[in-house]
């Protein structure tokens, strides 16, 4: 990759730009519903000012559902969890393998300067990207220069 490639490219041509998300009040049966209606396995929360204030994965619901817990008396924002990880668009490769490496998350959502989050990424992707680039010589592009094949 040249240098001028390097130079081009974000993670946040990687990530899903599906960003998904629900608000603090929304019912936890709504949320499952969000996750299944678009195959996800997280929504992120947003407050009345449109923040993000957390995140919700299958996790938690099924940890609910585990300790025989009724969901649908249960809010988006009673079972977040507040500690959202995220990345920079200019985050390396490296240091996501690294952050993944060192925390149990599974995916981090990508903000860019404003603070916004544009995109998510997990782990299953960096750790697919990380077993082909051992084989192959992979050359990322960004997705508005990257050639549709038919």
Known sequence: MSTED??????VNAASR??????VNDSLPKVAKLMVD????????KDDNNKVVGIITDGVIFRLVAKEKDPRVYKAGDVMVRDIITVSE??????LRTLFDKTKVKR???VNKQGQIVGVISKKWVNQFKKYTRYYEIQLQPKDTAEKRV
Request: glycine letters at 4%.
């Open 6 to 11: 390097k130079e081009k490219f974000s993670i």
């Open 18 to 23: 599906d960003v998904i998300t629900c608000h």
């Open 38 to 45: 678009n195959w996800i396995s997280s929504v992120f929360v």
């Open 90 to 95: 200019d985050v390396s490769m490296d240091e």
């Open 108 to 110: 981090v959502g990508v």
